[in-house]
């Protein structure tokens, strides 16, 4: 009897572990295992970071390094640099790689783009970063900048795709308008786009959303395993912050909503333990504030009152707003995510802050490129309601809606 049970409980044991191992395999993963043919015999280019990890704890980079049938010839680096040490916002210079010896240019700084001198000695350029979710996430115009630097020096260009974080179901806010292109918001794509890194890669190259209408060669290396509707959580994959201050899944679902305040005097949390979760400033009453914005029952959140004093953090908040200074505000407290909505929340938040705070400030073309459009600010200016706001965007999110559906690999 004893020897049943015990073969039961490691039959039990096996099924527990297996379900455990199985995961979402990565487009890196995958480059090694059934795409290796896209690399052989090649001298590749990599554009990535520190989040470009294999399963087995390597990074990207140091394993395409020293496989004997490849040569990895140049790396180039995004915002915060190839081993992500950089604060944000801070120009990244050209350096060697500590750990390869290889040339990395930066693609942060005076450059965003590679030159054809920087791709002179390359046969096939590689990208690899992971991904938030939002359009205003530097590493999406990488991705694009990079691509058409492929597409125009006539070299192959592989994505290597990662999850989408906060799932690849839902795409809201305003559209971006052409004219309030830049390096934080290139396409005319909404705030939150619900696609992978490869998603819109494909998008961007088949819409002719490159320069003077270049199209890239393009190959995805697809996930196995991912499903749209999985929050990062749930694909058992390590999470890797992407960036110094998005180091947990719970900044991230917050991020593309809260992130509208860099666009305002207000401290958007950077230089705290939880940035973006932290939103306020020394002016704010924070019982009051979060006493409004929870009558307002938004769907999945609450607002809990704090008191927080930014600091520079090194490599993380280099010179955050109100440094030094107690400040007082809310903390995003996301109880169901699946609820919750981040840019309608964020359109609550800023119409109730200007309205009830006399000293909130606009940085006029901040906020404008973070909402990719002048009329969230105009319209809270004019005293809109966030219903209306909200509801003033859903015509161009449908359509980027039917854009999006012809792109989706999973």
Request: glycine share 8%.
């Amino acid at each position: 009897m004893f020897k049943n049970f015990l073969l039961r409980f490691a039959a039990l044991t096996l099924v527990v572990t297996s379900s455990l191992v199985a995961q979402v395999k990565t487009g890196a993963d995958l480059l090694f295992e059934k795409h290796f043919d896209l690399i052989a015999g090649k001298r590749m280019g990599l554009v990535t970071n520190h989040s470009a990890m294999l399963s087995n704890g390597k990074h990207l980079a140091d394993a395409l390094f020293e496989n004997p049938k490849t040569k990895l010839v140049v790396l180039f680096g995004p915002e915060h640099g190839v081993r992500g040490q950089a604060p944000a916002g801070k120009s990244v210079r050209d350096s060697i790689d500590p750990k390869t010896g290889i040339t990395v240019f930066s693609l942060y700084g005076r450059i965003n783009k590679p030159t054809p001198e920087m791709m002179a000695k390359i046969d096939v350029l590689i990208f690899d970063i992971q991904d938030i979710g939002a359009r205003f996430y530097t590493y999406e115009s990488t991705l694009s900048l990079a691509m058409e630097a492929a597409a125009e020096n006539r070299i192959p260009f592989i994505v290597l795709d990662r999850p989408n974080p906060i799932t690849g179901t839902r795409f809201d806010g305003f559209v971006l308008m052409d004219s309030l292109r830049s390096f934080v918001g290139m396409h005319r794509v909404p705030i939150m786009h619900g696609m992978t890194m490869g998603e819109l890669a494909t998008m961007i190259n088949m819409e002719s959303w490159l320069k003077n209408g270049v199209r890239a060669n393009l190959d995805v290396v697809r996930m196995e395993g991912w499903k749209r509707d999985m929050w990062y959580d749930e694909t058992q994959l390590a999470w890797i912050g992407p960036s110094p201050n998005m180091q947990s899944l719970q900044t991230a679902i917050v991020y593309p909503g809260s992130c509208l305040f860099e666009g305002t005097n207000f401290s958007e949390g950077r230089g705290t333990e939880k940035p973006f979760e932290y939103v306020g400033a020394p002016f704010v009453n924070g019982k009051q504030w979060a006493d409004e914005l929870n009558s307002l029952r938004l769907p999945g959140i609450t607002f809990e009152p704090i008191v927080f004093v930014p600091q520079e953090i090194q490599n993380v908040a280099a010179n955050p707003k109100h440094k030094g200074v107690r400040c007082e505000g809310v903390f995003l407290h996301v109880w169901d995510r699946n609820k919750y909505e981040p840019v309608k929340t964020a359109v609550h938040m800023l119409s109730s802050a200007k309205r009830l705070f006399p000293f909130f400030q606009w940085r006029n073309s901040s906020i404008d490129r973070l909402a990719g459009t002048a009329k969230l600010r105009a319209s809270i200016e004019a005293g809109m309601t966030p219903e209306n706001i909200v509801e003033s965007w859903k015509e161009e999110r449908a359509a980027f809606g039917g854009v999006r559906l012809k792109y989706l690999l999973y």
